[in-house]
């Protein structure tokens, strides 16, 4: 590893808080983030030169917890269960998630919406990329991304009718 | 509305992202770096050990398929460029749901990057499958439609001019001058079309005829009559049809029409034959997978698909043509209509983690490979079959689909 890389250990302690931005906003769950970044990070971890040498190990991690999080079926499979009423977020340190998120029915909406459009919708809401860098992410074409978005979009819109959305732009 | 609700997405976002845990728990990802670690060093332990003890238990590894260690690598897609008009021609199904009353199958062609639809079959009870391009100069397009409860379907035929630019009248499959009679398809690794035709229609006790159709369509070979079963699987070499009470019976010569009594995992729920057709690997409905070698009638039980424990939860087998086994499964737990994509190496099934699940392999005489892939890993497999021809930039054929048949580029391709 030439110095100008970051160790593993400076890494994650520099952006660490990111990832777990980054996988919070794709899991809704706080302790699915931190599971999720962790898994991530330990089946980096023994090969941290050849990402440590890549154009920009942060990306190359944030792609890898984003596909980590659209195939994690085998957690989901056994420790979630399907339901109509959707939990409120964990509220953790007496923290932000009490004051924004009982309140937030986007947030609560996203929450519901298939994996791969929340994802979507999260890498360019959250992230800002573009189509183009989205598809690139998750491997699929530009197109499609456009219609997961739509469609994700569309069920917010219908399951947020009659909602002011303003108060979530505040 | 729209960039209110943009704004509010973004805005929701961001806020509560500000909730997410700080710190990453540093000896906890070492902790489970390890675990993996030592996991992998026992699977590679328990996948040499398996492949010792199959070797001097069966005598001769079943093409090397429980373990790698004989396989060539996977092979990559191909990397040689190929501008639009060097796309052969991809004929592939397309489910409209919003066709009156229940739905249509349309079966479309993209020639020279142009889409046209062929025919448009109402979904009812039916369904769709394109076998392959025959015939002379292999424009001739080949599919059956319309399922009896033993899935025979009837066989219709369209012929492409020769630059692409015009269809002949969609027309029944004739064998000199004669329209063939229901049954089911085989399109093998030789891309010959096996049509395996019931005496008696939707009946799963009548005895069958099994006919290879020859390249050009105008001949077959003659019957290879077979007893009473329903049809499991039939190669140039082999045929396997189950019985009422989930019994494997495989023929291996025409003279055959009992066959041998194979046994197997239970009822079957998938079927799929090697690319060099030497191998059966079956799935039954308990989750257990084995392989059946079609020279010896052996069979190697394989390893229990992880976390896969419910009844009917495997639902296919699949072989890429590097000769390394894949397997779709659903979790039968809170995920039922999910699906999982699986691979066989090194003696232990691989989760897939690749965005694009692929779901199934095709191999073919074109220079490119062809494949039916679901591109969102957790959705139903009956039906999300976006299908992506792996040409060089891949061709995505949409969603909704469920097979596809690239056109050999050559006549001697096949």
Redesign the interface.
Known sequence: MSSSQPSFDAFVAARGSALLRHAYVLTGDRHLAEDLVQEVLAHLYRRWDKVAASTSPEAYVKTSVTRQFLSWRRRRSSAERPTDAVPEPRAAHGDLSDTFAGDDAVWRQLATLPRRQRAILALRFYDDQSDAQIAEILGISASAVRAHASRGITTLREQLAGTDVSGAMS | ??H???????????????????????D???D??S???RRRLLDTTLAVAATVVVALGVGVLVHGISSNQTLPPPVNPPTATAGPAALPWIAYTNFDANAQPSGADRIQLRINGNDRTVRTVPRGSSLVTVLGWYGPDHRTLVWGEGQTPYLEQLFYTVTVSADGSTLSPVAPLQLRGQALTPGRSFVGADGLLRLWMPDTIGSATSPASVITINDSLDGASAPWRVGPGGAAFATATAIGRVTGDSQLYVSRSPADTVGTLVPVCGSLRAVSVSPDAGVVALGCSNAHAELIDLATLKGTRLPDI??VTDPGTLLGLWWSPDGHLHATTN?G???AQ?T?AWTLSGGAWT??????VVTRFFTTGAPTLRLERL????VAADNAGRLIVETNPPV?LGPAGSSVAVRPTGLSAR
């Open positions: 509305m729209t209110d609700l943009d704004d509010a997405i973004r805005a929701s976002l961001r806020r509560n992202a500000e909730a997410a845990p700080t710190t990453v728990d540093l906890g990802v070492r489970r770096a675990a993996i670690r992880p976390e979790p737990t809170a995920t999910t999982d989760h897939s983690t690749t965005p694009g591109t969102t890993d957790g995505d």
